[in-house]
Nanobody
Framework: QVQLVESGGGLVQPGGSLNISCRAS????????MGWYRQVPGQRREAVAL???????NYADSVKGRFTISRDNSQNTLYLQMASLKPEDTAIYYC??????????WGQGTQVTVSS
C-alpha cells in the first residue's frame, strides 16, 4: 500500500521560488529512491528529480540548476525547492517511488502555476 500526499503548490511569478512537499507512506521509505514528477494536461508525466536512499540526486535537464530535491527520512517526507521558475514549469507535481510503473498509484498532486 502506498499513500502520497503532496502540498505547497500555488501561484508564483516568473523568476520566483516555491517549495513543495510530499508526505509518503511507502514500504521501506528509507531504502527507497523517491522522485518528483509533473504533468501538463495532454502530456505524459515526466520525472523532474530523483533522490536515492543515500542522497544521490538526478535532475531532468529542464530543471537542472533551478530545482533541488531533498528528503527527511525521519519524517517520511520528500521536498522540492524550485527557483527561477518559468511559465513552462506550470504543471501538477506528484511524488512517487522510482521507478514507477503502470501499476503505480498516485496522489492528488499539487498545482504549481507560474504566471504574472
Amino acid at each position: 500500500q502506498v499513500q502520497l500526499v503532496e502540498s505547497g503548490g500555488g501561484l508564483v511569478q516568473p523568476g520566483g521560488s516555491l517549495n513543495i512537499s510530499c508526505r509518503a507512506s511507502v514500504p521501506h521509505f528509507r531504502a527507497q529512491t523517491m522522485g518528483w514528477y509533473r504533468q501538463v494536461p495532454g502530456q505524459r508525466r515526466e520525472a523532474v528529480a530523483l533522490i536515492t536512499w543515500r542522497g544521490t540526486t538526478n535532475y531532468a535537464d529542464s530543471v537542472k540548476g533551478r530545482f533541488t530535491i531533498s528528503r527527511d527520512n525521519s519524517q517520511n517526507t520528500l521536498y522540492l525547492q524550485m527557483a527561477s521558475l518559468k511559465p513552462e514549469d506550470t504543471a501538477i507535481y506528484y511524488c512517487n517511488v522510482d521507478p514507477v510503473s503502470r501499476a503505480s498509484r498516485w496522489g492528488q498532486g499539487t498545482q504549481v502555476t507560474v504566471s504574472s
